[in-house]
């Protein structure tokens, strides 16, 4: 598999109907990571080999790489908070993947998302996500959130998390919500309100909501394959 290095403002790599793992690795100009650090923790070779490595680990989507000292840092996006600050001469090359035609790309939170401003309960909301081969989208880090609330009208969201066994998971990766993503006093009514949408009553923070009685904008999420 090749490997291809495109700066930030480098001409995207071509668009698909859908998702394509391409191992493009971008530099990234932003100064924190999210993550959670692989093994081997530290090596020194080649930046093309760090990539060749974070490519052939699964986990791996993002690295590192000390252009002082070819020190190679692998890591994978993680949803725990955790962030890592740097800055040069080390370089963050994320793992990036073409966004559908019509989906926004998301490049400094690695989502492709699409915004519907249809008005449609949560349940019809994650149905035309899921018949054009999407679902609803998750946004389970407070670094997700906050690209939202500041990209996002003003307005109110069907999101891609309900309650399931008795907790509040989101729907792509089953985890349960991190309690700092609820606007404030949320959940208030966790035995009617089943499903989540970020509203302009929880200043576009997590709300549980009812899941057929509110018609609201949605963001589909198209997420890389497994
Ligand atoms: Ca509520």
Known sequence: MSIVFAGPGSSPPPEASRIKRTTVFKKVSSESVSYTQLEPRFSIKSKLACAADCDRIVD?????????????LLFRTGSNQEHLLFSAPWILFREHF???NDFTDALTIGIC????????????????????GYD????????????????????????????SGGDFRWLSSGSTIDSNLWGSGCP???NSEKCIA??????????????????FNFICEAREPK
């Open 60 to 72: 791996c989507d993002q690295f590192l790489f000390n252009t002082d000292t070819a020190n190679c």
């Open 98 to 100: 073409t966004c559908p």
């Open 113 to 132: 998302y699409k915004i519907y401003t249809q008005n449609a309960n949560w349940y019809n909301a994650r149905s035309t996500c899921q018949e054009a």
């Open 136 to 163: 609803l989208i998750m946004i389970d880090t407070l670094s997700k959130l906050n690209y939202f609330k500041n990209n996002l009208p003003w307005d109110d969201y069907h999101i891609g998390a309900w309650k």
């Open 188 to 190: 208030d009514n966790p």
């Open 198 to 215: 970020l509203t302009t009553f929880s200043s576009l923070n997590l709300n549980d909501i009812h899941c057929t009685n509110y018609a």
